[in-house]
């Protein structure tokens, strides 16, 4: 990166000539080869989902989160009603292609448009889409909207620190590791650090077509299974 100097001789910025702010993330569906995304609607998609997330019995998918689990599909249908009526962070239901219902949640979160600075989280997969392309396909999906669509120029990726499964997600889907903020909040009566990741607008274009040769439908055997592992590619 060329090293700018102002006219006292001090390091500054890249410039970014006739930057704007970046249009907000729109309450419309993404279309996928595996899965798509479609704003979160609790009438829509609160069934679906209380009976994919039945199958982890013993809540181990929302350790991490600063909700759930949930008890009775009512209770759950109010948190849908809530979270899809919130703009930030946006919520959108993942729906599995095969099954045509859904089967986990992800947001838009901390958007800042003036700055072109967005985040994915609030991931909660039902294990039915744990390790599965539509898991991976979902998160490409948002990426390449913020990116590409957008024009934003960082996503991020936050987390427990003490969240294994959710930093290796990170790493593997290409976000860069960058710190650990101490004592960074208080959720369920416990302490959290957070570690944070990101991709940026120029680590995007070598990424983008690493999902897309993953994604390939030559990449993938008659029964689903993939050839090649995303960091293989």
């Known amino acids: 990166m060329e090293r700018r100097l102002n006219a006292l001789g001090q390091p500054i910025g890249a410039s970014l000539p006739g930057w704007t702010a970046r249009a907000l993330p729109p309450r419309t569906p993404i279309e996928g080869r595996h899965c ?18 039945a199958a ?18 009512e209770a759950y249908r109010r948190w849908t009603e809530d979270a899809a009526a919130s703009p930030d962070p946006l919520f959108h239901a993942i729906l599995e292609l095969k099954t045509g219902r859904a089967s986990g949640v992800a947001a838009y979160l901390r958007i800042d448009a003036p700055a072109g600075v967005i985040e994915i989280g609030h991931i909660a997969l039902s294990p039915s889409l744990q390790r599965t392309a539509a898991a991976t396909e979902a998160l490409y999906l948002m990426a390449r909207r913020a990116f590409d669509e957008l024009g934003y120029r960082r996503l991020e990726w936050k987390c427990d620190a003490l969240n294994a499964a959710s930093r290796a997600a990170a790493e593997r889907l290409g976000f860069l590791y960058e710190g650990c903020f101490r004592q960074a909040t208080v959720y369920k009566e416990r302490n959290r650090d957070t570690a944070w990741y990101a991709m940026i607008d120029r680590d995007w274009p070598g990424l983008r077509a690493r999902f897309e040769r993953w994604l390939d439908p030559g990449n993938f055997d008659a029964e689903g299974r993939q050839r090649a592992a995303l960091a293989a590619v």
């Not at 798509?36 to 994919?52: C, Q």
């Not at 013993?58 to 599909?73: E, H, N, Q």
């Open 36 to 53: 798509h995304l479609a704003p979160l609607d609790g009438e829509r998609h609160a069934r679906d989902l209380f009976e994919a997330n």
């Open 56 to 73: 982890d019995g013993d809540g181990r998918m929302w350790t991490y989160m600063s909700c759930g689990p949930f008890a009775t599909l």
